[in-house]
């Protein structure tokens, strides 16, 4: 894990405000979902993509190098 050196205080309401400068480096836009996962003590978000990155299909998507991609498109791969 690599560190930003970025240091924000957790709100009354338990928000943190994720600088404009790292949502624009990670692809993060307003109302973009985002999962998060607990390792140990570490508190990690991820940006939520549940559709295939190539045609947005939802329906059997399968995860491939940490990337969602459906049947259709992975058959299509494989040619």
Do not use: H, W
């Amino acid at each position: 894990m690599k560190s930003t050196g970025i240091v924000r205080k957790v709100d009354e309401l338990g928000r943190i405000v994720l600088p404009s400068e790292l949502r624009k480096s990670l692809g993060i836009e307003i109302k973009d979902s985002l999962e998060i996962y607990v390792s140990g003590d570490s508190i990690i978000l991820k940006k939520y993509l549940p559709a295939c990155i190539f045609c947005g299909e939802a329906n059997e998507v399968t995860v491939f190098k940490g990337k969602n991609i459906c049947s259709k498109c992975l058959k299509q791969l494989k040619k």
